[in-house]
């Protein structure tokens, strides 16, 4: 495998549809014959009892894996019962979290890989702290990997696009696309203008993807958002 065909999903908060649009890109990749590695490597709000459900579940049933508590620490070492940013939640629970072991944790499975393509999935936005000055910016350059930033439609998110666009270009992290989520809050109307206002404000030339709640639109969108990685990534080899 081209070892750089590795790409994080992000967001411009929590709550957004990360691990929703993530197991779309694995199922259509797969069906597509490729094989795919993914990680979810840091997890707040982890019930033992209910471990089918978690996120981490979910890429693990996307990918065609079986869910199991030890295959679940697979893809997600860092598991936090707390519901809330990851350096209070290890805080809280007295365990260990540095930004040099989740680097080097992702680093390492990056390296390893054999497979066609590799995603990680990120946790909150991409300003969440990992470690004092350290967040998920700083990771996604010292791993070298490309973003889909995935935003959602609500009053504000064009402002919270653009400023978390301007924090990737300023560290010089590529950005395959930005997917517009439509949501179950958000009307259509409201999604639309959204969307228009979006594309006339990011000033260099990003795709912009829009991700419907209708299935049979969906369906569509998801196969032009993995499109967008594929060619990214032909591109680069």
């Not at 890989?113 to 990992?130: D, K, Q, R, T, Y």
């Not at 439609?153 to 300023?170: C, E, F, P």
């Not at 259509?188 to 228009?196: A, R």
Request: glycine share 6%; net charge positive; aromatic share 10%.
């Amino acid at each position: 495998m081209n070892k750089k065909n590795a790409f994080f999903i992000t967001s411009t908060g929590t709550e957004l549809g990360k691990t929703f649009l993530s197991e779309k890109i694995i199922k259509e990749l797969v069906s597509r014959g490729f094989s795919i590695d993914c990680y979810k490597p840091i997890l707040s709000g982890f019930n033992k009892k209910n471990y089918e459900t978690c996120d981490s579940a979910k890429l693990l049933k996307a990918s065609k894996k079986k869910v199991t508590i030890a295959n679940i620490k697979k893809i997600t070492p860092w598991l936090f019962k707390m519901p809330v940013a990851p350096t209070i939640a290890a805080e809280h629970e007295r365990k260990q979290f540095t930004y040099q072991n989740i680097k080097s944790w992702c680093l390492k499975k990056k390296q390893s890989s054999h497979s066609n393509f590799m995603l990680f999935e990120g946790a909150g936005g991409i300003m969440v702290p990992i470690e004092r000055y350290k967040t998920f910016v700083d990771l996604f350059k010292d791993i070298n990997v490309p973003v889909i930033l995935l935003v959602g439609s609500y009053l504000g998110t064009v402002s919270h696009t653009l400023s978390a666009v301007d924090n990737l270009n300023q560290r010089k992290i590529k950005i395959i696309n930005i997917v517009l989520n439509e949501g179950y809050k958000s009307g259509k109307k409201t999604f639309s203008q959204n969307l228009k206002l979006l594309k006339s404000s990011i000033k260099q030339k990003t795709i912009i993807r829009s991700l419907s709640t209708n299935p049979g639109e969906s369906s569509n969108q998801v196969k032009l958002i993995t499109n967008d990685i594929i060619k990214y990534f032909v591109k680069m080899a």
